[in-house]
């Protein structure tokens, strides 16, 4: 059961691909408006749902197969996530019927999922913390509220290619390519995951932790940050460390998943630079002609909508859950744990851009930025703080 829940996620995942191709097609040939338009649009929509039973499938069939809800590491929940993009991107498309959502939704979804697939998909027993019938409740809950607003990414990703100025370099430009370069990262890290596990790589320090409990770390790629004062352990395929990590890094995988980030931005920062070379321009600048027929309004309306959605549900598992299963779990409601406070900070951001929105009227582009913004500290708590920051919430 286990291998044919991977399976169908496998499947989805080429299903979502064929629908983005399709939905391209569809939007290309948008102004048109002829019957064969109609039953591309028709199509790749019909392949999104498919997709999307496909995911549930094997959500369903995983939780069979554990026994409790798949969503309690970062394999687990990451590709959870990459299930609620998709479901939020269905319903979205259900009420506007844009086919330009779907060009970049879709692919913003894959790549949550490949991402996913770096981290170890075996299932194990659940922790005395995560025995609790919250577990489902509040992550679930969380990750919801996360996907729907990552459609506000989505659409004001999609306004501010269309609304920057590309013929100059600016601050609005340059901040663009860093979007796109952090997600060509997220694709570079997948991509050399894939190939140190093909290659059965794998490097062993042996460290004397700060509690004095000697230790074994096992990198799975080439180690560019040691642990502090490790010992590199004799294998044929092992390179020593080019720097050692600081000394304040003192988690017990802290320098392996520091390590990890940082062949993240190499990778992708090689996959920025290779495309660069292809395009001869700017990925911005590449794409805004062809979104010259996308109406702007409704890309901005799209995301205010989202994020009038998402908002809710994200406050209600984030934070009123998550409160409760911390007070049942460690006798408090709070305690300024990492994760607990990068979800904070992800609430008041959007509760923030809800204020300014009604109250200011910022609409159009600043609402874009805050919509992109808010997705960035989203993802900022998923990778940054669960690879590199020690919490309770540590479960990367």
């Not at 939020?88 to 498309?93: D, K, P, T």
């Not at 900070?345 to 808010?374: C, D, E, M, N, P």
């Amino acid at each position: 059961m286990f291998q044919l829940s991977s399976q169908l996620l496998g499947i989805s995942f080429f299903i979502f691909f064929i629908a983005t191709i399709l939905f391209s097609a569809s939007f290309k040939t948008h102004k048109n408006k002829d019957t064969k338009l109609s039953k591309i649009e028709k199509i790749a929509f019909i392949l999104t749902i498919v997709g999307f039973i496909f995911q549930v499938s094997y959500f369903v069939l995983r939780w069979i197969a554990s026994g409790y809800a798949p969503v309690s590491n970062m394999f687990e929940y990451m590709t959870f996530f990459g299930i609620t993009i998709v479901l939020a991107f269905i319903i979205i498309y259900l009420v506007y019927k844009t086919s330009i959502l779907g060009v970049f939704a879709l692919p913003i979804a894959m790549i949550i999922i490949a991402y996913a697939s770096v981290f170890p998909d075996n299932m194990q027993p659940l922790v005395p913390a995560l025995q609790s019938y919250w577990l489902k409740i509040h992550v679930t809950t969380a990750a919801l509220g996360e996907g729907v607003l990552a459609i506000s990414f989505v659409a004001g990703l999609i306004f501010l290619i269309k609304a920057v100025n590309q013929h100059k370099t600016t601050k609005e430009t340059v901040f663009l390519e860093l979007v796109m370069y952090a997600l060509l990262s997220t694709i570079g890290f997948a991509g050399v995951t894939l190939i140190f596990n093909t290659m059965n790589y794998e490097t062993n320090y042996s460290w004397v932790s700060e509690t004095d409990v000697e230790t074994t770390i096992t990198y799975t790629m080439p180690a560019i940050v040691g642990p502090p004062n490790g010992t590199l352990e004799e294998s044929n395929n092992s390179y020593g460390a080019l720097v050692d990590a600081p000394y304040w890094m003192n988690g017990v995988n802290a320098p392996r998943k520091l390590n990890s980030l940082l062949w993240a931005l190499l990778s992708g920062l090689s996959l920025y630079i290779i495309t660069r070379l292809i395009l001869r321009k700017r990925i911005g600048a590449f794409i805004q002609p062809k979104l010259k027929n996308v109406r702007a309004d409704l890309l901005d309306e799209i995301g205010y909508r989202s994020v009038l959605i998402g908002f809710p549900i994200f406050t209600l598992g984030a934070l009123i859950f998550a409160m409760i299963w911390a007070q049942e779990a460690w006798t408090r409601f709070w305690g300024w744990d990492p994760k607990e406070v990068w979800a904070l900070i992800t609430w008041l951001f959007y509760a923030a851009y809800l204020h300014l929105r009604l109250s200011k009227g910022w609409q159009g582009k600043k609402s874009a930025w805050l919509a992109v913004i808010g997705f960035i500290i989203i993802m900022l708590n998923l990778v940054v703080v669960n690879l590199v920051i020690a919490g309770l919430h540590s479960y990367a």
